[in-house]
């Protein structure tokens, strides 16, 4: 399909162990985010990639999390450790360039860490 | 800190009446609005947007309002249709005309409309 992909769409794991979502942006963008949504909350800002350039991961809750974009394309968000506090919705989102480009979502992977 | 609020977890108007969301925010630095549209098991998709700068932004049957004194917006979709039952977010950014759009989301407000 045409849009943002994520997988797994769901995961079920145990506390201390590690985690691995991944996501293929729309063919093209350039610009990468990643999100995560608790239970209650609204969506929350992790890492933006954009490029080459060095990605900004000011929204990173921890040294337990960490991304990479490999070839421009593809992303991996892992999640090392996991604690139960984790779980939640981890969403994708990429733009055509960043900035005010409209980003396109993903369907999100749903994350229970028990 | 929430900075991006909406306060009605839920919302039921009836198929045909007008559907008004509401949002408010505390930052003064955002300058940029959007609302998404979520259905279940899906990602948020764009609705509609407004920039600072106005205080009005219309498209088809949504209309966005901004009272930046307020720090309040609203969405406002005339009429409501059946396949607007969804849960609708809204989301501002600050200062971000280029590189990395950091969206700061509201819980989102669920809309169901009742034929």
């Known amino acids: 399909g045409a849009g943002v992909s994520q997988s797994p769409s769901n995961k079920v794991t145990e506390k201390g162990k590690d985690v691995e979502l991944r996501c293929d942006p729309i063919?093209?963008?350039?610009?990468l985010y990643w999100y995560r949504q608790s239970l209650g909350q609204g969506l929350e800002f992790l890492i933006y990639?954009?490029?080459?350039?060095?990605?900004?991961k000011s929204g990173l809750p921890s040294d337990r999390f960490s991304a990479e974009r490999t070839g421009g394309s593809v992303s991996t968000l892992t999640i090392q450790r996991t604690q139960q506090e984790d779980s939640a919705v981890y969403l994708c989102?990429?733009?055509?360039?960043?900035?005010?480009?409209?980003?396109?979502f993903g369907p999100g992977t749903r994350l229970l860490v028990l | 800190d929430q900075q991006v609020k909406q306060n009605s977890p839920s919302l039921s108007v009836q198929e045909g009446r007008i559907s008004i969301l509401n949002c408010d925010y505390t930052?003064?630095?955002?300058?940029?609005f959007l609302w998404y549209k979520k259905y279940p098991a899906e990602g948020p998709t764009f609705l509609i947007s407004i920039s600072s700068i106005k205080d009005k932004n219309e498209d088809g049957r949504f209309t966005v309002f901004l009272n930046k004194s307020a720090k309040h917006l609203s969405l406002h979709i005339v009429p409501s249709q059946p396949g607007d039952s969804a849960v609708y977010f809204c989301a501002a950014s600050a200062g971000q005309m280029q590189g990395a759009q950091k969206l700061v989301f509201g819980q989102g407000t669920r809309l169901t409309i009742n034929p």
């Open positions: 930052n003064s630095m955002f300058d940029y």
């Open positions: 989102a990429s733009s055509s360039r960043g900035g005010r480009e409209t980003q396109y």
């Open positions: 990639f954009q490029g080459n350039s060095a990605p900004d």
């Open positions: 063919s093209g963008h350039t610009a």
